[in-house]
């Protein structure tokens, strides 16, 4: 901001009003001014005098960190800071500041023995467990050191006695610094302040040999494919020197591969996972399905090509088997000892992709299948802040209720634009799982009981009728007992609660933080916010049941709570489903299958505006069009048939498959398939779609 002072026309009446007035310059962050940087600045000092006609002998400068510190740190900084300000080293102070240690009441206290964690957890109250620390001679003594400097853990243990293990030492750490009572008016009796390094994890490497000597030398089950697994990258072996590649899994079933590169040659060689997308820690949610239209098909013309070398037996979605040196990567023809015998995930024509060898989802450019075993900081604060908060205490001289009790927490760090979206999704999840509880307690306090069914009566039906019912032409019977009787024992201990969208609204609405939190917060943020607390509990319940992921959390995936629609139950099933031995209750689970994983897969959702764009969701809303439907465009998705043949569909196909037993190859069953998907349609669109002018 000073340079900009020197040079915009605007600023200069403030130059000309001050001239000769400037008697103070602060630098904060002084630490920061390093090389370059603490040159230019140095530079841009002499200006600012110069602009101002003042000389460096008149202007008092004060520069402040809670950074450089050390034993040297004194003589050091002197000479920092006349350098920077080009003044003389005479001119120069330094005053440092130190921790004051307020005395300890010791009248009536007699020196005793280190308590046992036994002889702590008996003390009950604060005031017991103080008076009993401040007992011991050697912790009075680390008081008084720990205040002077700061000491490792392995020199606080040998100063509390022989014998006291880093776990013990901890633990009376924690108890001497625990935090005081409101009602109490003095400090704790130690308080701390630890410098703890967290390393993030960028990933796991594992050799490919799986004769591999490394295998017996750490605690790999005898299933695992591969040999010696590493934490930290490196190219070679540390057992056998054969290649080392990356570990990858797939996101949807956690199968586990190895990360390789194949030149034009058929050469492999190591490779990092790389994203397609990319991926950002910092996001409130990363979207577990793509549409097709979307996905972008990989080059076959690249001169490298990513490859997985996989980990299970073959099957149709590997390559055949083949030899590689194990040290160099290059393909082997015939049989070579000590060759590596692999296989490689077959991609897929057209589209020449690569999909999961077990469940079969391809990867694609929009939406990434296999991730590596990364764990990065976000990660690590998003676990860490919340339990750090915990332990704060709380605001004691409230004038309202406040969130968390006021308990607060500075964090410094370096990248503001991350910090305000860490910030962001750690109040998203917040939200987010307080919505998650309200609504699992609600429908527990409504919870009831199914009428007892007596369970020991169907089960005696059903095992009277499984030998003879084949005999007599009595399947359908039996099936319907056997279904009876699972059901009957599930429900036997699981009481059940429901309660309508609405009522759901309105009980959210009354608490605390729906109708007060967050009502202020964001009116102190945003004026146009959302101020309404009926208005954010309709959209506190969209963002969490507005879809439902395929493979990330919400209550519905957790097995918390679902969706019900009561006009499906009413649709009468077509007799296709009925000649299946398929009943009315399978026919609205069908539908409901439908709606879960098509429509509100989609965003086929009815949401005003203004409440989508506070959800913190990314998406669009959709409209679905009738099967016949030749209405195309962005926002539109047609109801799915076998014409349609798009991945996303192919789900409720093998749903149908799967129920009805039927073939794909079969022609009859094929177009059976066609008619019921198309009667779902009119029984969904008869019961709970709204026409509007792109669709429904």
Known sequence: MLEYMLIRSVDQPIIDNSKGKLRWIVLDEAHTYLGSNAAE?????????QAFEVDASNVHFVATSATIGGQEAVSHLRKYLADLAGIPLERVDVIGGRRVTPPLEMKGVTDKALPTASELEALTDYESRRHRLMAVPAIRSLRNELTLKPMPLRAIRERLGAGVSNHEALEILDVCSESTPKDWKEQPLLPLRGHFFMRTQPGVWACWN??????????????????AVFFQHRERCLHCDSLVLEVVLCRDCGEVYLSAEENDKQKLSSIPWKQSTIIDDFDVEIEDDVDEEDEKIESRSTAKLRQLVCSRPANEYMDCESGYDRNTGEILGGVNEGAVR???????????RIRCVTCGEPDSQAYQQFRSVRVGAPFYLGVAIPTLLSHAPGKEKATAALPYEGRQLITFTDSRQGTARFAARMEFEAERNFVRSFVYHKLWSLSRRDKPVDIDKLRDEVLKLRPVAASIGLESLLQEKEEALNRAETSANAPKGSIGWNELIEALSKTDPVAYFLPESTRARYSQALSDSKKISEMLLLREFVRRPRTGNSLETLGLASIHFNKLETANPPEDWRRKGQNQESWYLFLKVCVDYFLRTNYCVRIAD?????????????YVQSP?????????RTWPTLRTNRRGDQRLFTFLRLVLNLKPQ?????LLLERLMRDAWKAIYSKILVEEQRGY
Do not use: N, Y
Not at 210 to 227: H, N, V
Not at 610 to 622: A, S
Not at 628 to 636: I, K, L, M, N, P
Not at 666 to 670: F, H
């Open 628 to 636: 016949d439907s030749e209405r195309g465009g962005a926002v539109t």
């Open 210 to 227: 799986e004769q591999c000597c490394g295998r017996t030398d750490q605690l790999l089950s005898k299933a695992w494919p591969f040999g």
């Open 610 to 622: 203004d409440t989508r764009r506070w959800m913190g969701l990314r998406f669009q809303t959709r």
């Open 342 to 352: 692999i296989r490689l995930a077959r991609r897929h024509d057209p589209d020449h």
């Open 41 to 49: 600045v140095s530079l841009l000092l002499r200006r600012v005098m």
């Open 666 to 670: 079969a022609s009859d069953d094929q």
